[in-house]
């Protein structure tokens, strides 16, 4: 199990930026895959990146790529997530998560989360 600790969220002007953090801890950080999920007020959780445990590959939703980079740190046990150009659209809860021996979007196959941090971007 993974033990994963989000932040970095706040308040932002459209057009601005962010960056999140997560620190994990617990088991070995380097075997995870790592993603980076969001909730919006009354819509259900959706994928918005993925790294995989190297770094080398990365995934994106449609509606942040260009946008967004998520990256990792494996020897300071954190994975980020630097969100430019926002949109009133990003605002939601977002969630780190972590999957063992899985590369993709499939939420169902993140065991570990954490507890989210909110981005609220206004127009």
């Known amino acids: 199990q993974v033990q994963l600790v989000e932040s970095g969220g706040g308040l932002v002007q459209a057009g601005g930026s962010l960056r999140l953090s997560c620190a994990a801890s617990g088991r070995t950080f380097s075997l995870y895959t790592m993603g980076w999920f969001r909730q919006a007020p009354g819509k259900e959780r959706e994928f918005v990146a993925t790294?995989?445990?190297?770094?080398?590959?990365?995934y994106y939703q449609d509606s942040v790529k260009g946008r967004f980079t998520i990256s990792r740190d494996n020897a300071k046990n954190t994975v980020y997530l630097r969100m430019n150009s926002l949109k009133p659209e990003d605002t939601a809860v977002y969630y780190c998560?972590?999957?063992?021996?899985?590369?993709?979007?499939?939420?169902?196959?993140?065991?570990?989360w954490g507890q989210g941090t909110q981005v609220t971007v206004s127009s």
């Open positions: 790294i995989s445990w190297s770094g080398g590959s990365t």
């Open positions: 998560a972590a999957a063992f021996s899985y590369y993709g979007s499939d939420e169902k196959k993140y065991n570990d």
